[in-house]
């Protein structure tokens, strides 16, 4: 972090922001005086480091959820402190059983160690399989444990700089905007208390979510000797052929996670499944069938799928990217959803897309 590398900062624009950005008007902008851009986000790296307000909407697939979304400045920097100093520095802690964030560890590599772990317990003839989730996890985030659980591994200039980050949330106006929200669309929204949570949009804070639990993977994986183990973010799957045991299992993670986390289980998304019945996790349905681990991509999937393929298509269509971003989106789709479903997403791409 001392020694800020400007070329970084142009791969992370050119790479990760600039085909995210939804408002074509501001990147318009930032684009005209690019470098000059550039060579700001560098000086804005620093101990007096201040997030400029957020734009707080709300998103419904798959879920109502309040998003917090930086402008292009703060948004470089929050991607260059994540590639390149919290993901370095503390990713040796993470165990390979945690699929997010991290790269060639995502989506697709979670389904494949679920499909193994599947696989391995088929020995036992018949299993079950716990699936944990936390109670409203990015809002229930303790902020001073993430500063205490990161800080020995941060040079000062950086910590300060991630505490900027991490106190954001704390500002007035995010419950101000969350309540004005509320008012509009008449739903029931979650605040940010006073040292609690993390911002959902950020990519510190999808990295931080992940590093948050890393004690709790370890002792899950080490104390209970439950290695049939996959976590992305706050949602869990643990494999076991025991039924029992597994309900003792989670009295303790529920206990632990109140003890040293502060956070409370979702009792209402958290259940043990029969692998006959089957068990839905990261966006696809698993069981087994005669002997045979099924896979198949939920229809709440599929239909947010069709729904992408349908905006990228109209970007297109408007000149708002270029034949080479879409045919390059398309192909990423092909390759996200190439379990259960890939004949079918194949088909609608071809008559579709």
């Known amino acids: 972090m001392d020694n800020i590398d400007i070329y970084k900062i142009l791969k992370l624009y050119e790479t990760e922001i600039r085909k995210n950005v939804k408002n074509k008007k501001r990147l318009m902008q930032f684009e005209r005086h690019k470098m000059e851009n550039l060579f700001f986000v560098k000086e804005c790296m620093n101990e007096n480091y201040q997030i400029q307000n957020y734009n707080i909407f709300l998103v419904h697939e798959p879920k109502c959820r309040v998003i917090m979304s930086m402008g292009i400045h703060d948004k470089l920097i929050n991607h260059y402190f994540t590639r390149h100093v919290l993901i370095p520095k503390l990713e040796k802690y993470l165990d390979f059983r945690?699929?997010?964030?991290?790269?060639?560890?995502?989506?697709d590599y979670g389904i494949r160690l679920v499909k193994k772990y599947i696989e391995k317990m088929k020995k036992h003839g018949h299993f079950y399989v716990l699936k944990l989730d936390i109670k409203k996890?990015?809002?229930?985030?303790?902020?001073?444990?993430?500063?205490?659980?990161?800080?020995?591994?941060?040079t000062e200039l950086e910590y300060k700089v991630l505490c900027h980050i991490i106190d954001s949330t704390n500002e007035e106006y995010v419950n101000q905007k969350i309540e004005k929200l509320e008012k509009k669309m008449k739903v029931e929204l979650p605040k940010y208390y006073p040292g609690k949570g993390l911002p959902i949009g950020n990519l510190t804070s999808q990295f931080l979510s992940v590093f948050y639990l890393n004690s709790?993977?370890?002792?899950?994986?080490?104390?209970?000797?439950?290695?049939?183990?996959?976590?992305?973010?706050d949602d869990f799957i643990i494999m076991h052929e025991d039924k029992n045991y597994l309900k003792e299992c989670l009295n303790l993670i529920s206990e632990k996670l109140k003890k040293e986390f502060y956070l409370e289980i979702n009792q209402n998304k958290t259940k043990i499944y029969s692998i006959k019945q089957g068990f839905i996790f990261l966006g696809y349905r698993f069981f087994l069938k005669e002997k045979k681990t099924i896979c198949i991509l939920r229809n709440e999937t599929y239909s947010k799928l069709k729904k992408n393929v349908k905006r990228i298509k109209s970007y297109l269509q408007k000149d708002f990217i270029?034949?080479?971003?879409?045919?390059?989106?398309?192909?990423?789709?092909l390759y996200s959803y190439k379990y259960g479903s890939k004949k079918k997403i194949e088909n609608y791409i071809d008559s579709n897309g």
């Open 98 to 107: 945690n699929v997010a964030t991290r790269a060639g560890m995502g989506t």
């Open 137 to 154: 996890y990015f809002y229930n985030i303790d902020q001073q444990k993430v500063k205490d659980l990161v800080k020995n591994d941060l």
């Open 216 to 233: 709790l993977d370890h002792f899950i994986v080490h104390d209970l000797h439950l290695k049939y183990y996959v976590r992305y973010m």
């Open 322 to 333: 270029t034949f080479e971003q879409y045919f390059s989106s398309i192909n990423n789709y």
